[in-house]
């Protein structure tokens, strides 16, 4: 795959779960010499792998507005040609089961798209691969306000590449858009998880469900409003 950035680091543990500790950024990995427990990490951009699962190709971008409108195209046009004459009527809405940006890549491996670094650099001025590692591992930072931002980029590309391209096909051709997300937690299953990922002033006491995320005009999660819902608990 194409490489995204090279550091050095003090790696130990095992493989799966390795802890990074002196971790350095370099330009140059040709001149790097191996020295005690100091490695050489790589941080590469790779294609998931084709499967059986999805017809012997992979699983859709969903973060990627060209992949999802190529993936509508295909899928969801063909049915408006088939049985658009029965929209709105015996036809009241299209489901997705369990869609979601998580891949099925190898171990030590997070979802990316290519959209990701200038998005990254617009938002916060800053280079993303400089915090590749505290990313990935937990080991090099517990709390990385990096990761909180890779995350929260990841969930409004799915919510307007996604969520909202799927959404305004249907509405445009009178029918509802429903979907089962792949992974729903109980509120103090919840709570447990990131009791184990966030120290103790960042658990949530509180939790909102909703059956829309509120957009602006332009399409992006429109923050002030979701703000004022969940102080308004609706």
């Given amino acids: 795959g194409d490489t995204l950035a090279w550091f050095t680091a003090a790696v ?38 084709r499967s059986t699962w999805f017809n012997g190709e992979t699983y859709l971008d969903t973060l990627n507005p060209a992949a999802v409108e190529k993936f509508v195209q295909t899928t969801h046009e063909t049915y408006r040609k088939e049985v658009g004459s029965e929209f709105g009527k015996t036809i009241k809405a299209i ?5 979601s940006f998580w891949h099925s890549g190898p171990k030590n491996s997070l979802t990316w798209t290519d959209a990701i670094p200038e998005i990254y650099k617009e938002r916060y001025q800053e280079d993303i691969t400089d915090y590749l590692p505290e990313i990935f591992f937990t080991s090099v930072k517990k709390v990385s306000t990096a990761r909180h931002r890779f995350y929260s980029i990841l969930t409004d590309l799915f919510v307007q590449a996604f969520s909202r391209t799927i959404g305004t096909w249907c509405e445009k051709n009178g029918i509802s858009f429903g979907a089962d997300t792949e992974i729903e937690l109980e ?14 002033y960042m658990i949530p006491n509180k939790v909102l469900k909703l059956e829309t995320m509120p957009l602006t005009a332009n399409g992006k999660l429109n923050r002030v409003e979701l703000t004022k819902m969940f102080k308004e608990g609706k």
Avoid at 12 to 21: A, C, E, M, V
Avoid at 95 to 99: C, G, K, L, R, V
Avoid at 187 to 200: G, H, N, Q
């Fill in 95 to 99: 489901f997705s089961d369990e869609p």
């Fill in 187 to 200: 509120l103090a299953e919840l709570t447990e998880y990131v009791k184990s990922k966030l120290p103790r």
């Fill in 12 to 49: 130990s543990g095992d493989k799966n779960q390795p802890i990074l500790r002196q971790v350095r950024k370099i330009d140059d990995p040709e001149n790097f010499s191996p020295r005690g427990s100091r490695k050489l990490l790589r941080f590469a951009r790779i294609l998931s792998p």
